[in-house]
């Protein structure tokens, strides 16, 4: 399997980067036609996700529930202070995996693939791998 970095830019500590596109060109320039996409993510307070793309208060919304079930400030020992962006992270995930079909990934109408940061801004790295049938 052939793996590319997409280089994505954070802008604040909490937020969702839709990165649907960026993955539909790797794609595109890659050639596979009919197969899988990989998508990793070698950050500890950063995670992937799917979910809707078509309204940005789907993506508020999330932020919201999260920073009311894992606040910033708790009874954290983790000495950095980003103890609640670990928790957020690992409930998140740190890889997906799409079909891809016809040379697309096979998302449903109202999906998007998001990056979600929790501790930035900050420069990061997703890496992306696909294989063929």
């Known amino acids: 399997m052939k793996w590319t970095k997409i280089e994505v830019r954070t802008g604040s500590r909490n937020e969702f980067i839709d990165i649907t596109n960026r993955l539909s060109e790797a794609l595109?320039?890659?050639?596979?036609?009919?197969?899988?996409?990989?998508?990793?993510?070698?950050?500890?307070?950063?995670?992937l996700t799917i979910n809707e793309n078509a309204d940005p208060d789907v993506v508020?919304?999330?932020?919201?529930?999260?920073?009311?079930?894992?606040?910033?400030?708790?009874?954290?020992r983790h000495a950095e202070g980003n103890s609640d962006a670990h928790i957020k992270a690992s409930l998140m995930g740190f890889?997906?995996?799409?079909?891809?079909?016809?040379?697309?990934?096979?998302?449903?109408?109202?999906?998007?693939l998001y990056f979600c940061e929790f501790d930035g801004p900050r420069n990061r790295q997703v890496m992306v791998g696909f294989t063929t049938e």
């Open 28 to 47: 595109e320039k890659s050639g596979v036609l009919n197969g899988t996409c990989y998508v990793y993510m070698p950050h500890t307070t950063a995670g």
């Open 60 to 76: 508020r919304d999330i932020l919201a529930g999260l920073s009311r079930l894992v606040p910033m400030k708790g009874d954290y």
């Open 95 to 112: 890889s997906l995996m799409v079909p891809i079909i016809e040379g697309r990934l096979a998302l449903g109408t109202w999906q998007g």
